[in-house]
């Protein structure tokens, strides 16, 4: 059982260039998320997937594209990187209806992180 | 959307000593309330979470508490160690996604 797995864990892209981030769950959760994490800003969502086949826009969804063809893998595309994009990247699953109620989040379980510089 | 504001941003106790962290959310509606520990390199791990139906929740030498009328939720750690020091998020959540604080960073001095 190795929970939520991220790859690549570094990576170094010149501006322009284009890479996807892959994850991956086998805990069967239904949620899955992808953050970005700045010095001093916290977690901020991307995108996420609510199941799958489906995905929505976070806080900063800009410059970011995502698919969830398999319920276990969640994959966060950047097209064309930015330096702007430069940040340390942690995808999360998530199960649903814990407390009781259709929707409702549990707990957030992260993978290791991927860290990305775009010169 | 939903709006966490968490302070301090830093926090520097002695060892035995309380560390109180306190956080604000704007969405009368969010109903779940969770605190993540991220230690230095490594991913946020959830410590201790409380939904809108309790007050107070503990679990050993930490608690949290959630005053919903006010819209703020407190994380207090008794007893501080040094294997404490850690960011600490809180989060608040309605549906589906959690909005995060931005942390605030616990130094436990021996």
């Known amino acids: 059982n190795a929970g939520v797995t991220q790859t690549p864990k570094f990576r170094v892209l010149k501006t322009g260039q284009s890479m996807t981030l892959l994850c991956a769950q086998d805990?069967?959760?239904?949620?899955m998320y992808w953050y970005r994490q700045d010095p001093g800003m916290g977690l901020r969502l991307i995108h996420y997937?609510?199941?799958?086949?489906?995905?929505a826009k976070g806080e900063v969804p800009d410059g970011y594209n995502v698919s969830r063809l398999k319920k276990q893998n969640f994959l966060l595309g950047l097209e064309s990187a930015a330096p702007s994009q430069t940040s340390v990247y942690f995808c999360?699953?998530?199960?649903?209806?814990?407390?009781?109620?259709?929707?409702?989040?549990?707990?957030?379980?992260f993978g290791e992180g991927s860290r990305l510089t775009v010169l | 959307g939903e709006n966490v504001e968490q302070h301090p941003s830093t926090l520097s106790v002695q060892e035995g000593d309380s560390a109180v962290i306190k956080c604000t959310y704007s969405?009368?509606?969010?109903?779940?309330f969770p605190w993540y520990k991220q230690e230095l390199g490594k991913r946020p791990q959830l410590i201790i979470d409380?939904?809108?139906?309790?007050g107070e929740k503990k679990d050993q030498r930490i608690a949290v508490t959630l005053n919903k009328t006010a819209k703020h939720f407190s994380l207090h750690i008794t007893e501080t160690q040094p294997e404490d020091s850690a960011v600490y998020f809180c989060?608040?959540?309605?549906?589906?996604?959690?909005?995060f604080g931005k942390g605030t960073m616990l130094l436990v001095s021996p």
């Open positions: 805990m069967n959760h239904e949620y």
């Open positions: 997937s609510v199941g799958e086949g489906t995905t």
């Open positions: 409380i939904r809108s139906n309790v």
């Open positions: 969405d009368s509606a969010s109903n779940y």
């Open positions: 999360a699953s998530s199960y649903f209806n814990r407390g009781g109620r259709a929707y409702d989040t549990g707990e957030l379980f």
């Open positions: 989060a608040a959540s309605r549906d589906s996604t959690l909005t």
